[in-house]
């Protein structure tokens, strides 16, 4: 028999009753903090990948660092998006004469690849005019700086960038990792509980790897493909990756995938939130990552503005 509650205030009190129930009753599946990860840094307001963006990154509460890594011509890996130096120094004016044979058969015009420079003739030169000239004198950074830098105060999600390109050179970009990873102690359970670090990378033969070696280190595939987020190829995925990171165009065309996902115990992480994007189909960033993570249900993602992530 359904009983129907006559006066307002009775009914008030039973929402009220329900509401605290609800509030105390332990949830079946606590959910787990919504992760920020500063997209190249803090790169929406400093120049990404030199310390200024890294220690904005730290002030904005960002969980997460993103280094994505190259390797120097003396085998360092330090902190760039590009295989190129041109976009982010000012290489083509200090090192006129270095233009790489080669690379314009990936991207028309004159490159400065990465790999044809040793560390020290990277460290000369400025990674922060080519943003503002506040930032002159901003410098790359090794990982192994950005590691000392980060450490105990937020979390590392490098990003393994071009491992096919480096193998043409002779070059293991990640066992280079791995052993850096090993070096600093940062794949231990003790390390990971105050540092936390997740791998991730489009190459899913080094997300193999990496699950062979640091079989502790959760490990993202990144995509930008819809055949990616299918029911059969998830579950491949899920064989050796902890998480799936595609872009937001990809979970906005699927959005079932969050589920899909989860079902099959991977983490959704999703990029790039900016808020200079001028595609962007909401009010503001903040609005958008709130979309992705309240309304989608993802787990994190790559931000360049870490301040406007929204907490709940
Ligand atoms: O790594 C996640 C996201 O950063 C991928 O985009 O090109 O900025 O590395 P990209
Ligand atoms: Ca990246």
Same mark, same amino acid.
């Given at each position: 028999m359904t009983t129907i509650i006559r006066s307002p205030f009775l009914f008030a009190s039973a929402l009220v009753i329900v509401a605290v129930v609800a509030a105390a009753a332990p949830s079946a599946q606590p959910a787990a903090r919504k992760q920020a990860i500063a997209h190249r840094g803090a790169s929406g307001y400093a120049p990404e990948h030199t310390p200024a963006a890294y220690t904005l990154a730290m002030a904005q509460k960002a969980d997460f660092v993103e280094p994505d890594l190259a390797v120097s011509k003396d085998n360092v890996l330090f902190c760039m998006h /590009? /295989? &190129?130096? =041109?976009r982010t120094t000012n290489v083509a004016e200090v090192f006129p004469d270095r233009v790489s044979a080669g690379y314009e058969t990936r991207q028309p015009g004159k490159h400065w690849l990465a790999n044809d420079f040793t560390m020290a003739e990277i460290k000369r030169? *400025?990674?922060g005019k080519w943003m503002k000239p506040e930032f002159a004198g901003q410098h790359l950074q090794t990982f192994q700086e950005a590691i000392d830098l980060v450490r105990g105060k937020a979390g590392l999600y490098p990003e393994l960038k071009s491992p096919e390109l480096y193998k043409s050179r002779g070059v293991d970009q990640v066992k280079l990792f791995v052993d850096i990873i090993r070096k600093n102690g940062l794949e231990t359970p003790e390390s990971l509980k105050t540092t936390p670090v997740i791998i991730q990378s489009f190459d899913e033969s080094a997300i193999r790897r990496v699950a062979v070696d640091l079989p502790t280190v959760p490990r993202v595939f990144l995509t930008s493909? *819809? =055949? *990616?987020? &299918?029911e059969a190829r998830i579950t491949e995925l899920a064989k050796f990756a902890t998480g799936i990171a595609p872009e937001k165009f990809v979970i906005a065309r699927h959005p079932e995938m969050v589920a899909r996902a989860h079902a099959a115990g991977l983490t959704v992480t999703s990029w790039t939130f900016r808020a200079d994007d001028k595609e962007m189909a909401f009010p503001n960033v903040k609005a958008e990552m709130a979309h992705f993570l309240y *309304?989608?249900?993802?787990d994190a993602l790559f931000t !360049? !503005?870490? /301040?406007q992530f929204p907490r709940r």
């Open positions: /590009d /295989d &190129t130096l =041109e030169l *400025d990674a493909k *819809d =055949e *990616d987020v &299918t *309304d989608l249900g993802i !360049n !503005n870490p /301040d």
